[in-house]
């Protein structure tokens, strides 16, 4: 175990928006190094150091960066997506209200790198409590000089964040829905290509990054990007905020680096300590409902990393981990995660529209037991119609946790018909 | 119970951060809140369009796509029980039943007064203290029989259990 970093001021500063108590803490150094760096070097720290994109898609940080860096229009827009609203996801939340600082340094580095003015923060209804604590940290980051004109006392250096409120939508969480979101259009995804970096908020060139993906910029330019990778592993640097909900006994947001063995993570008592029921392990649902799952058989030795999890065709996603115990039947735990990407479905394209719903009718005949001998081949044939035809990754996700539990647990659906 | 907004006081909220086309939600969240029934009517979403200059019927489609965003006059106080898979499965049935014992509704319906109606939500991003339920802008965890039953009491005896500000997860 290594101390944390990315948590390192959690629950140590009496106000988190407190611009003293952050500065004390190492807070703002690594905007005072990005200004005095060349520019080039500030994005060949950032490809070093591997950091994979912490919302869950886990594209590279800094292929995004540069691409970005080399479109030539302006004005560029820097927005954070911190509508955090996959189930089983809780890690933004903690950034967000406890150290909300360290996500307005990596979005000035941004604006900086990127000669912004405008930077937007898409914080989810949700939170509305958030909303005052974050705002409180902008305006004194404002009153302090690291917003609004003149930032550090240069000349010319001059950004602003706004939190924009989400309403409710999970989808706005996909990065071009989330855009339009905030346009005050209704939040519905756009058909990609162009993307965002080319044709992204008001049409403008626009990046868009994770809250954990931001607060990580501070640390890389801190410590190097080299060394920020080797926290992790050789395919993906850095720590990750892990959530455990679920039958795990101490459930909650812990910072693993990656690379951790899976056993620590559940049982290990500075992390998971076990499963809370007594029981067994049944499986764990990895990176939110549009994740895979995963089974006992398959996570013997794991180590939590990109790749590792990859060769066993898990992912990492978000960071959850939702763990089951072997009480929860596999069929009826998908009943509810269709449930939800049924009423998360934002309607624009029929796939996902109708493919959801069918889905959700489709399990329902297992749960009840009255699903007949085609049923199953059915619902393999809606999952490859709904993943292939869906217009954005919502859609194109539904299927992942259904097909992984089918590859290892056909029985189990076999079982059910009747 | 909140009396009915004055077309300025609706004013006030709409250009409260700038009156900007960007903040409709967290306008309308606000008027909504502040709204003795808990939804947008026609009257404040006309005003909105008109303030923001944008078309009531952006106003009205914006309002029905949102699940936070309510177009309808609401009960009192909504409590929505998470389902998502980690508090679905950490007994957030359990509180549902003795929800619906408590108040005598089924989920999706009000009381007779007016005063409590019983819904689902997706995940409100606390899962580390399900099963929980939310209501307003308060959430509340770690839910037995009786906090459930204790909170209940306290919203019927008119505390105002809940503040805007608050959680109440632990």
């Given at each position: 175990m290594i101390d944390n970093l990315l948590l390192k001021?959690?629950?140590?500063?009496?106000?988190?928006?407190?611009?003293?108590?952050?500065?004390?803490?190492?807070?703002?150094?690594?905007?005072?190094?990005?200004?005095?760096?060349?520019?080039?070097?500030?994005?060949?720290?950032?490809?070093?150091?591997?950091?994979?994109?912490?919302?869950?898609?886990?594209?590279?940080?800094?292929?995004?960066?540069?691409?970005?860096?080399?479109?030539?229009?302006?004005?560029?827009?820097?927005?954070?997506?911190?509508?955090?609203?996959?189930?089983?996801?809780?890690?933004?939340?903690?950034?967000?209200?406890?150290?909300?600082?360290?996500v307005i340094e990596g979005m000035v580095v941004a604006g900086y790198l990127f000669g912004a003015e405008a930077g937007f923060i898409y914080i989810r209804g949700e939170y509305r409590n958030i909303q005052n604590v974050f705002q409180q940290a902008l305006d004194n980051a404002v009153k302090h000089g690291y917003l609004g004109k003149h930032i550090l006392g240069i000349e010319g250096f001059a950004y602003t964040i706004t939190i924009v409120s989400g309403a409710g939508a999970y989808v706005c969480g996909e990065n071009s829905a989330l855009l339009n979101s905030i346009e005050g259009v209704t939040g519905r995804p756009r058909v990609k290509p162009p993307h965002l970096a080319d044709v992204g908020l008001f049409k403008q060139p626009t990046l868009v990054n994770n809250v954990e993906s931001f607060a990580n910029v501070p640390l890389i330019l801190n410590m190097g990007g080299e060394a920020f990778r080797a926290l992790g592993t050789e395919k993906g640097g850095g720590t990750k905020l892990i959530c455990l909900s679920g039958h795990i006994k101490n459930r909650g947001v812990y910072e693993a680096p990656l690379g951790t063995p899976l056993d620590d993570i559940l049982y290990n008592e500075a992390y998971g300590g076990g499963i809370s029921t007594g029981r067994p392990l049944g499986f764990i649902h990895f990176g939110g409902q549009s994740g895979p799952i995963g089974f006992p058989e398959q996570m013997e030795g794991l180590n939590y990393s990109y790749e590792g999890m990859r060769d066993r065709s898990l992912a990492i996603g978000s960071g959850?981990?939702?763990?089951?115990?072997?009480?929860?039947?596999?069929?009826?735990?998908?009943?509810?995660?269709?449930?939800?990407?049924?009423?998360?479905?934002?309607?624009?394209?029929?796939?996902?529209?109708?493919?959801?719903?069918?889905?959700?009718?489709?399990?329902?005949?297992?749960?009840?037991?009255?699903?007949?001998?085609?049923?199953?081949?059915?619902?393999?044939?809606?999952?490859?119609?709904?993943?292939?035809?869906?217009?954005?990754?919502?859609?194109?996700?539904?299927?992942?946790?259904?097909?992984?539990?089918?590859?290892?647990?056909?029985?189990?659906?076999?079982?059910?018909?009747? | 119970m909140e009396k009915t907004l004055t077309d300025d006081q609706k004013k006030e909220i709409i250009h409260k951060n700038g009156g900007r086309k960007e903040n409709i939600l967290a306008i309308l969240l606000d008027l909504q809140s502040a709204s003795p029934d808990g939804y947008v009517d026609?009257?404040?979403?006309?005003?909105?369009?008109?303030?923001?200059?944008?078309?009531?019927?952006?106003?009205?489609?914006?309002?029905?796509?949102?699940?936070?965003?309510?177009?309808?006059?609401?009960?009192?106080?909504?409590?929505?029980?998470?389902?998502?898979?980690?508090?679905?499965?950490?007994?957030?049935?359990?509180?549902?039943?003795?929800?619906?014992?408590?108040?005598?509704?089924?989920?999706?319906?009000?009381?007779?007064?007016?005063?409590?109606?019983?819904?689902?939500?997706?995940?409100?991003?606390?899962?580390?203290?399900?099963?929980?339920i939310k209501i307003g802008d308060a959430v509340y965890g770690n839910l037995d029989e009786k906090k459930i039953r204790s909170i209940i009491a306290g919203l019927r005896a008119g505390h105002t259990l809940f503040r805007k500000g608050e959680n109440h997860d632990r």
């Open positions: 001021r959690i629950g140590k500063m009496t106000d988190p928006a407190s611009i003293e108590e952050y500065t004390a803490m190492g807070g703002f150094e690594a905007l005072r190094k990005a200004v005095v760096m060349n520019k080039m070097d500030i994005l060949s720290e950032v490809d070093a150091a591997m950091l994979l994109g912490r919302g869950g898609a886990a594209y590279p940080m800094g292929r995004k960066w540069r691409h970005l860096y080399e479109n030539p229009r302006y004005p560029r827009y820097i927005v954070c997506n911190a509508d955090e609203g996959e189930p089983g996801t809780f890690k933004d939340k903690v950034l967000l209200s406890q150290d909300p600082l360290s959850a981990l939702v763990v089951m115990d072997n009480s929860v039947s596999i069929v009826e735990y998908l009943e509810s995660v269709i449930a939800f990407f049924v009423h998360e479905s934002c309607g624009k394209c029929t796939p996902c529209r109708l493919g959801t719903t069918r889905l959700h009718e489709l399990i329902g005949r297992f749960c009840k037991g009255c699903a007949g001998q085609e049923d199953l081949s059915r619902l393999e044939n809606m999952l490859t119609h709904i993943t292939n035809l869906s217009a954005c990754g919502l859609g194109q996700s539904v299927s992942v946790s259904v097909r992984s539990a089918i590859r290892h647990r056909r029985c189990e659906f076999e079982a059910l018909i009747g | 026609l009257q404040t979403a006309a005003l909105v369009a008109g303030e923001l200059d944008i078309t009531e019927s952006r106003v009205y489609e914006i309002a029905s796509y949102y699940a936070m965003l309510q177009i309808r006059p609401q009960a009192r106080y909504v409590l929505e029980v998470c389902n998502s898979s980690p508090c679905r499965f950490s007994k957030s049935e359990a509180v549902v039943h003795i929800l619906e014992q408590e108040l005598d509704i089924g989920v999706g319906q009000s009381t007779s007064d007016g005063l409590f109606a019983l819904r689902f939500t997706p995940c409100v991003g606390a899962c580390d203290s399900g099963p929980v």
